[in-house]
């Protein structure tokens, strides 16, 4: 099993960045390939980007295309979400998730293992 914990939320202007971290302890985190989503007040789950394995492959959503960058660092278990150009829509409960793969997928189903999700709210 792996344990993920997602920090690096918090409160930011229209405009302006975050960086979130998700740190995963367990078994070998070179073995997962990693998702965020993202969940809103009312709103279903929404995926928002996914890294493989390696750190080679990557993929998003159309909506953060260009403002958000997804990276990992497998010698420090640490996958990380870069949030620059942020959007008052953005605010959601942002989560990281991992399956046992070497690609990412869009569907939170594809996914065995979460994180406690962390908070982005983006002011206008």
């Known amino acids: 099993q792996v344990q993920l914990v997602e920090s690096g939320g918090g409160l930011v202007q229209a405009g302006g960045s975050l960086r979130l971290s998700c740190a995963a302890s367990g078994r070998p985190f070179r073995s997962y390939a990693v998702g965020w989503f993202r969940q809103a007040p009312g709103k279903e789950r929404e995926f928002v980007a996914a890294v493989g394995s390696s750190g080679r492959t990557s993929k998003y959503v159309d909506s953060v295309r260009g403002r958000f960058t997804i990276s990992r660092d497998n010698a420090k278990n640490t996958v990380y979400l870069q949030m620059d150009s942020l959007k008052p829509e953005d605010t959601a409960v942002y989560y990281c998730?991992?399956?046992?793969?070497?690609?990412?997928?869009?569907?939170?189903?594809?996914?065995?293992?979460w994180g406690q999700g962390t908070q982005v709210t983006v002011s206008s």
């Open positions: 998730a991992a399956r046992t793969a070497l690609s990412g997928s869009r569907e939170y189903v594809a996914y065995d293992y």
